[in-house]
């Protein structure tokens, strides 16, 4: 029973490297997130999808991009990553969109950029 | 928009004591509130929720939460803890209609048990 899988667990860039952050989810949710986690700040929503076929930015989207591959998968980009990306990366998923339904998250990323 | 407090960063109780965190939000109505726990290298795991009803609401784990809408406060309380119960801990609160993006994270409060 999986639930929310993401890959790599963790990864070091440097600065201006790209990479991709993979969540894939096996519970039929329909909606998902990206969420990162820093020292103090708690949680921020960077993208989230609310259904498939759907991505919108969320409170802290400049410097990612996302992609709703299909209803299991969402992906998250960093095209030219910088040292204020270093952080916890965190895919969440709902069985719908809104906050009456409860999150589902996966282990993380840790990323560190140098 | 909604907003979360946690008070507390730090807390530290000994095994076998009660616990009890603090949670303030603000919201004009309603909301929806949730308690979630992080335990060390993973995420976060859903504790309990309330939505409307009784104010009183158990959770996983042991744990329950009250809604009081006079103080704007939901805390988080354990009679007697466990030394897994270690962890970070979160609150959050939706606004009842709100869109994917309406849930609000509080910062955390990072829980220490003594033996």
């Known amino acids: 029973n999986a639930g929310v899988t993401q890959t790599p667990k963790f990864q070091v860039l440097k600065t201006g490297q790209s990479m991709t952050l993979q969540c894939a989810q096996d519970?039929?949710?329909?909606?998902m997130y990206w969420y990162r986690q820093d020292p103090g700040m708690g949680l921020r929503l960077i993208y989230y999808?609310?259904?498939?076929?759907?991505?919108d930015k969320g409170e802290v989207p400049n410097g990612y991009n996302v992609s709703r591959l299909n209803k299991r998968e969402f992906s998250l980009r960093l095209e030219s990553a910088a040292p204020s990306q270093t952080s916890v990366y965190f895919c969440?998923?709902?069985?719908?969109?809104?906050?009456?339904?409860?999150?589902?998250f996966g282990n993380g990323t840790r990323l560190t950029v140098t | 928009a909604q907003s979360v407090t946690q008070p507390d960063i730090h807390i530290t109780v000994s095994e076998g004591a009660s616990l009890e965190l603090r949670c303030n939000y603000s919201?004009?109505?309603?909301?929806?509130l949730f308690w979630y726990v992080q335990s060390p290298g993973q995420g976060l795991q859903l504790l309990l929720k309330?939505?409307?009803?009784?104010?009183l609401v158990q959770g996983i784990k042991g744990f329950e939460a009250e809604f009081k809408r006079s103080q704007s406060s939901f805390n988080l309380r354990k009679p007697s803890v466990h030394w897994s119960d270690a962890a970070e801990y979160f609150c959050?609160?939706?606004?009842?209609?709100?869109?994917?993006?309406?849930?609000?994270f509080g910062k955390g409060t990072h829980l220490i048990i003594q033996p």
């Open positions: 969440a998923s709902s069985e719908s969109p809104g906050p009456n339904s409860p999150l589902h």
């Open positions: 519970m039929n949710h329909n909606s």
């Open positions: 999808s609310a259904s498939e076929g759907t991505t």
């Open positions: 919201y004009g109505a309603t909301p929806y």
């Open positions: 309330y939505f409307s009803g009784d104010t």
């Open positions: 959050a609160v939706g606004a009842q209609g709100g869109g994917a993006d309406g849930l609000t």
